[in-house]
């Protein structure tokens, strides 16, 4: 019943994590580190609010039948179903965005494969409290980290990369103080995402 609303989660979320790793300073590595599971659940919560009513409406044909819906169109895909070749799309104009001098550019075919790379995994193993805890309390840290980092030298100017530290910081204000409710937590980030569509579109 929600495998079309699920895989519409999933692609939103997956377009919304490579902008934001496309549009990062760091390296996929520093990336990685640094996208917490608060960063994830916050996009998680903005990739359902891009399902679409139609789409939640017509999952639940599956389960009751013609009979609830009744005067419907007929259709087995859903209307409100964002379709692959979009997202796929979507994803290579910001891919494309980026200058790069890799020969090795990924083709829409790469991209299709990767949003499609969990359809048939049979989930991930469940952690135990005690396993989480002991992640939490010694975290195994990387060898890239031990070798140390270089130091980004800081801009005169304000730059498209200082107003997203900037904009970083606001949205951690937010988060922390008590004068927000989560709904007005989940417009900045909102906010977020529209000022990296944008440095993105800039470039």
Known sequence: MDQGVCQNMKQSYKTSFSCKLINSDFSVQDFQRSYTIKDAIFDVALAWQDVKEETLRRSWRKLYG????????ENEEFAGFNGRSNVVKDIMEVMSSVPSDDPKKMTADDITEWLDVDTDLQGEEELTDEAIIKSIIEPAKPKEEEEGEEEVPEEVKITWKDAAAYFDGLVKFVEQSRNYNGAEVINFHI?????????????
Not at 66 to 73: H, S
């Open 66 to 73: 013609e009979i609830m819906f009744y005067g419907d169109e």
């Open 191 to 203: 906010l977020w995402n529209d000022f990296h569509t944008k440095r993105a579109q800039a470039v």
